[in-house]
């Protein structure tokens, strides 16, 4: 059965970093569009970034370039999302998905 | 930026009656090859989006045939036939051909 698990979610203060990790298991990430998707409290879907299935282009919304990284580790199965300079505005549940496949989501709270 | 705009905004639905969500596009989501990457998603409460239709019109893997999806360019439409209690949530269209975005939801309640 193929899942994705997200983690590494957590409370930080404004200006602060958090690295989330997804880790697939099922099926392998190479050879996939790995997405990011966030959910603030209350409001709807919100795609942030995603890598390429060779892991050579990674793209991002507006509001976080410049602030957020995807990186990925073949070996260890796993894309991560680098936030850095978070704001409270970045705050909610953060998914990955392939589109079919979601994980159930890591929160992020930004809150001084 | 392709906006993805849905109505209407929330829908009550007797049970065993229809109910169909519309989803409209700001550009063309037919892409070079040939295909279109729309999608309909449910949120039920407390949970992940999960995918009911993809590529405009074909169901997921174990998603009831009740669940149907049609429409081409920029208009979508996702028809579910005999409402049950189970479709209560959120449905969200999203499109991926180009930097993906969703819609912003239509509420689902049963009366």
């Known amino acids: 059965e193929v899942h994705l698990v997200e983690s590494g979610g957590g409370l930080v203060q404004p200006g602060g970093s958090l690295r989330l990790s997804c880790a697939a298991s099922?099926?392998?990430?190479?050879?996939?569009?790995i997405n990011w998707v966030r959910q603030a409290p209350g409001k709807g879907l919100e795609w942030v970034a995603n890598?390429?299935?060779?892991?050579?282009?990674?793209y991002y919304v507006d509001s976080v370039k410049g602030r957020f990284t995807v990186s990925r580790d073949t070996a260890k199965n796993s894309l991560y999302l680098h936030m850095s300079s978070l704001r409270v505005e970045d705050a909610g549940i953060y998914y990955c998905?392939?589109?079919?496949?979601w994980g159930q989501g890591t929160m992020v709270t930004v809150s001084s | 930026d392709v906006v993805m705009t849905q109505t209407p905004l929330s829908l009550s639905v007797t049970p065993g009656q229809s109910a169909s969500f519309s989803c409209k596009s700001s550009?063309?989501?037919?892409?070079?090859?040939?295909?279109?990457?729309f999608y309909w998603y449910l949120q039920k409460a407390g949970q992940p989006p999960q995918v009911l239709i993809y590529?405009?019109?074909k169901r997921f893997s174990g998603v009831s045939d009740r669940f149907s999806g049609s429409g081409s360019g920029t208009d979508f439409t996702l028809k579910i036939s005999r409402v049950e209690a189970e479709d209560v949530g959120v449905y969200y269209c999203?499109?991926?051909?180009?930097?993906?975005?969703f819609g912003q939801g239509t509420r689902l309640e049963i009366k």
């Open positions: 550009q063309s989501l037919l892409r070079s090859d040939g295909k279109t990457y």
């Open positions: 999203m499109q991926s051909s180009q930097f993906p975005s």
């Open positions: 890598m390429n299935h060779d892991g050579s282009e990674t």
């Open positions: 998905a392939t589109w079919l496949i």
């Open positions: 590529e405009v019109s």
């Open positions: 099922g099926f392998t990430l190479n050879g996939y569009w």
